[in-house]
């Protein structure tokens, strides 16, 4: 049975969709079957691995509203070898409707039943934003990834995270567990980048990932030719940092 992981920060820019792509990508990479599933409405995922959210035949959405069954809207990315959920401005639509449901926070949860024993892992973008669609993503997750960039309000976008993830694990998912702190756009050479990476260390501990996502050209360039990293310049410090990232996701999660 799948691993589902969230990847979640209510703080956007913080390498989020980098992440949640490059680290499915990977994974695909260390042949482990992976479905990424795009819960942004941007469908900055989708765009990024490859496909034209445009042109999309189904999409995230009509599962939610169910629609259609989870396996009609996945489309398969053959050069990452992974399998995707799409998403697109459709999305927006959903957050109304579920909105309107008693049981609207848990409609993705029961989607996946139906489909996560066909997985080792699950990868779920979210939106950088506290409402329904990543409500129904933390309600799915067995765990939540956290991109942080090492920056100066990197702690205080944390603190109201870490409150929204008390409040689902009381209300939605008990289970519900930090699989870890991702240190993104880091730049070595910066004292307060490294000054926030020593802060999180001392702050959150064993919860603070060892692999740290550098800032990196190749990296930033990839979504524009709709390739992750691991495909685009499987060399760069960027992709190593990725694959070095699946197999402590892989080490700690035991998928």
């Known amino acids: 049975m799948a691993r589902i992981i969230a990847v979640a920060n209510q703080k956007g820019g913080v390498g989020k969709t980098t992440s949640s792509v490059n680290l499915a990508a990977a994974l695909g990479r260390l042949e482990k079957k992976v479905l990424l599933i795009d819960l942004d409405p941007q469908g900055n995922a989708t765009v990024a691995i490859g496909v034209d959210k445009d042109q999309l035949n189904a999409s995230v959405f009509e599962v939610l509203v169910g629609e259609i069954k989870p396996k009609a809207a996945i489309v398969h990315v053959e050069q990452a070898n992974v399998d995707l959920m799409p998403a697109n401005g459709d999305l927006t639509a959903a957050e109304v409707t579920l909105l309107e449901e008693d049981m609207g926070p848990k409609r993705l949860r029961k989607a996946l039943k139906k489909i996560r024993d066909n997985?080792?892992?699950?990868?779920?973008?979210?939106?950088?934003?506290?409402?329904?669609?990543?409500?129904?993503?933390?309600?799915?997750?067995?765990?939540?990834?956290?991109?942080?960039?090492?920056?100066?309000?990197?702690?205080?976008?944390?603190?109201?995270?870490?409150?929204?993830?008390?409040?689902?694990?009381?209300?939605?998912?008990?289970?519900?567990?930090?699989?870890?702190?991702?240190?993104?756009?880091?730049?070595?050479?910066?004292?307060?980048?490294?000054?926030?990476?020593?802060?999180?260390?001392?702050?959150?501990?064993?919860?603070?990932?060892?692999?740290?996502?550098?800032?990196?050209?190749?990296?930033?360039?990839?979504?524009?030719?709709?390739?992750?990293?691991?495909?685009?310049?499987?060399?760069?410090?960027?992709?190593?940092?990725?694959?070095?990232?699946?197999?402590?996701?892989?080490?700690?999660?035991?998928?």
């Open 119 to 255: 997985y080792d892992v699950i990868i779920i973008d979210c939106p950088p934003t506290l409402n329904m669609l990543t409500l129904n993503a933390l309600a799915s997750a067995d765990g939540i990834l956290v991109p942080v960039q090492c920056e100066f309000f990197a702690l205080e976008g944390l603190s109201a995270l870490m409150d929204t993830i008390d409040t689902v694990r009381n209300h939605l998912n008990p289970t519900l567990h930090i699989d870890g702190l991702l240190r993104t756009m880091h730049d070595r050479r910066n004292n307060l980048a490294n000054d926030v990476s020593n802060e999180l260390v001392s702050h959150f501990g064993m919860r603070v990932l060892q692999t740290i996502i550098p800032r990196n050209v190749r990296l930033a360039e990839a979504p524009s030719y709709g390739e992750s990293i691991i495909d685009y310049d499987p060399s760069s410090n960027g992709a190593i940092a990725y694959l070095a990232l699946a197999n402590e996701i892989i080490r700690k999660t035991q998928i």
